[in-house]
């Protein structure tokens, strides 16, 4: 797993006298540290530290390249912010130092030194360090090197060039070098040398994912999508398949049908190969059977070596289909389906529903009803814990495997006894036991869920959308606890629900606040609060529309009307939690 690691100094990784080079990956992202790293390894660089040895500043993990001894070549996978961040440091060191009126030997020796440890001795317009291209940023950092006066090549100057974070990186810099006597510039480049840095040398670019997981850096977080996006890109430009500019904006086109949360990226990647990998296509030998974690860089680069070409067409292709799990409004046919599927969190089932929709994209009727199906299936898991969620990615693959046995005849029947079998399913008598429990303590987002359900079954009004959030991602309807859940419970609720004996307050409120019954929705949970029952029933905003229970919500006029109550007691929780868990049991038979 690792060819090397070694404990070095800055001097040595930066030696003027090799020829090495490292590279991060042009399709890589850009430089994206700021203020506050850059403050970081100032102050961890110059602090007062003053033995011969510097400060420890971190490790850097990477992958031999080299096809020509005479000019190695490491391929940096985790550490690329952190020797970006020291070789700016440097420039402006440098940029400093040159300016220098009296130099005497020494001075004029050090400068030779530090700028052959920023580009090759032997070739002095390439760089010892090549940044990826994202967003002008290898132009950028030629740029920096070019007004320190160490590299000369005229290119012109990248547009915006100072607004970008390399440029204000070199910049903050400069500035703090700016208040310094020079000795105390050859005294922190000194520091700059002594410092420590471990180097790891691995094999592949799955050995670098699993030694990131087991150490702890301060960079930033590698991630399988990255690593295996490397792999795929430069896989495709060494065969001639495609040139990297080409193959790198089909991978972005996928990216973007998948957000940019590196968790929906790589969850995307599992999904693709357990929902296909009963294609001999892409099977491959593996341990576990199936894509995990562990060992999804593993697997993809096993794909990728068979062909990259066909990989990346088809991931492309699937990654329109999944896009249409995260943003339903993708697929208008099957939208209100996929919607209520997002909002129970039935992700785990995006495994099946990428090979349904691959396999039987037409058959849009047995779409409609697995799909409702499965929004009945993960409220009740949701809610009962029940299978567990470490069984899940079986249960899904299990299915796919059903299906591929009755591949001529899938029908709505053969999925849905595949998953109401007592090993895969949560029965009645334990649904119904956890809605009658104290259902908001047990998981909050289903008696969300369950509620608005109820609401939009049976609203006959155009309704607010219960949906939707405000400009902090936070919904706008929430839950309210009707007999309030604080610690301090008000006067006027001990009175009403215990006539006015504080402790048995207490206890009726841990036995029945979260329960169904106490629970409805609101879009003002923080005008109503802790106020009297009759406060909360009338209460109006300042234009004078309703915003307590008198609102148009079913759940507060019709099935237990709330509008109509004159206070609220154990006996009216009880009885509302029947009629809400009677509805549900039927919503979500």
């Not at 990826?132 to 290119?155: A, H, M, T």
């Not at 510039?185 to 002594?194: A, H, P, T």
Request: hydrophobic fraction near 35%; aromatic fraction near 10%.
């Amino acid at each position: 797993m690792i060819q090397s690691a070694n404990h070095i100094q800055l001097h040595q990784l930066f030696s003027p006298e090799f020829n090495i080079r490292y590279i991060i990956p042009k399709y890589q992202r850009e430089y994206t540290w700021g203020k506050r790293n850059w403050e970081d390894i100032f102050n961890d660089i110059y602090g007062e530290n003053d033995s011969e040895e510097g400060p420890f500043l971190g490790s850097i993990i990477c992958v031999s390249k080299t096809s020509d001894a005479y000019k190695p070549a490491l391929e940096v996978i985790d550490g690329q912010q952190r020797l970006t961040t020291i070789s700016l440091l440097y420039c402006a060191i440098y940029s400093k130092l040159i300016t220098e009126n009296e130099m005497d030997d020494e001075l004029k020796s050090e400068l030779i030194n530090l700028k052959y440890r920023l580009i090759q001795k032997k070739d002095p317009k390439e760089t010892k360090l090549a940044l990826s291209e994202q967003n002008s940023n290898f132009e950028d950092y030629k740029e920096i090197l070019e007004e320190s006066q160490i590299l000369k090549e005229k290119e012109g100057k990248p547009k915006n060039l100072g607004n970008r974070r390399l440029y204000r990186a070199y910049s903050f810099f400069s500035e703090k070098l700016e208040e310094m006597e020079i000795e105390e510039v050859k005294k922190l480049l000194d520091k700059i040398n002594s410092s420590l840095i471990i180097k790891i040398e691995v094999n592949s670019n799955s050995d670098a994912f699993n030694l990131f997981e087991s150490i702890n850096n301060r960079g930033e977080p590698l991630s399988p999508i990255d690593l295996i996006k490397n792999s795929l890109l430069s896989t495709l430009e060494k065969r001639g398949s495609k040139t990297i500019d080409e193959a790198f904006e089909e991978w972005k086109a996928i990216l973007e049908n998948l957000t940019e949360d590196p968790k929906i990226q790589e969850r995307f990647l599992r999904h693709y190969y357990n929902a296909f990998k009963y294609d001999e296509k892409f099977k491959v030998k593996i341990k576990e059977g199936k894509a995990t974690k562990s060992n999804l860089i593993d697997i993809y680069e096993l794909l990728i070596k068979r062909d990259a070409s066909v990989l990346l067409k088809d991931l492309y292709n699937k990654s329109l289909i999944y896009g249409s799990f995260i943003d339903p409004e993708i697929d208008n046919e099957l939208y209100k389906e996929l919607l209520d599927l997002l909002h129970i969190s039935g992700a785990p089932s995006y495994i099946f529903l990428l090979y349904l929709l691959t396999e039987l994209k037409d058959k849009k009727d047995l779409l409609k009803e697995t799909i409702c199906f499965l929004n009945k299936y993960f409220v009740r898991r949701n809610l009962t814990d029940y299978p567990a969620t470490r069984n899940l990615d079986n249960i899904f693959i299990g299915l796919i495997e059903e299906c591929e046995l009755n591949k001529k005849n899938i029908n709505f029947d053969i999925i849905k006894n595949f998953l109401i079998n007592p090993e895969r399913y949560a029965s009645n008598i334990l649904f119904k036991e956890k809605l009658e429990s104290e259902i908001y303590e047990i998981n909050s987002e289903v008696a969300r869920y369950i509620l608005c359900k109820i609401e939009e079954e049976n609203s006959t009004k155009e309704s607010d959308d219960l949906w939707k959030r405000n400009q902090k991602d936070k919904y706008v309807f929430t839950i309210e606890h009707i007999f309030p859940e604080g610690e301090r419970i008000p006067k006027d609720w001990v009175d009403m629900i215990a006539k006015g004996n504080k402790e048995e307050a207490k206890k009726l409120q841990g036995q029945y606040v979260h329960k169904l019954g106490n629970l409805t929705l609101t879009g003002y949970n923080s005008n109503l609060s802790n106020l009297s029952f009759d406060k909360k029933r009338d209460r109006k905003d300042k234009k004078g529309a309703w915003i307590g229970y008198k609102n148009k919500l079913y759940l507060n006029n019709e099935i237990y009307p709330l509008s109509k109550k004159s206070n609220w007691n154990i006996e009216d929780i009880e009885k509302r939690t029947q009629i809400l868990v009677k509805e549900a049991l039927k919503l979500f038979a």
